[in-house]
């Protein structure tokens, strides 16, 4: 069974920086590629950024130059550091560990979430 923890989010206020983690566990690849996606209320779910083994990368336009995703040395981690938010930067977000290698991540598994709010 794969569980995925999430940890880093919180309170910020705009222009300020927020690091998530999150690590997997249980049946899983350290080729699988992870990432991370975000909801804000009465909105769809988005990507946000994604990462291979290899650590090629993609992300979401609004967040291109002020959020870069990493992975840890064990391949089963992957963090967020997020900087210069913004309120609309505020949602909860979720953690995801692909079930390929594939940047896409489109099958794969969910992590709890963990709310970022971003105060003007």
């Known amino acids: 069974q794969v569980q995925l923890v999430e940890s880093g989010g919180g309170l910020v206020q705009a222009g300020g920086s927020l690091r998530l983690s999150c690590a997997a566990s249980g049946s899983i690849f350290s080729s699988n590629a992870m990432g991370w996606y975000r909801q804000a209320p009465g909105k769809q779910r988005e990507l946000v950024a994604a990462i291979t083994k290899g650590s090629t990368t993609t992300y979401g336009d609004s967040v291109k130059g002020r959020f870069t995703i990493s992975r840890g040395n064990a391949k089963n981690t992957v963090y967020l550091q997020m900087n210069s938010l913004k309120p609309e930067d505020t949602a909860v977000y979720y953690c995801?560990?692909?079930?390929?290698?594939?940047?896409?991540?489109?099958?794969?598994?969910w992590g709890q979430g963990t709310q970022v709010t971003v105060s003007s």
């Open positions: 995801r560990l692909s079930t390929t290698w594939s940047i896409t991540l489109d099958n794969g598994y």
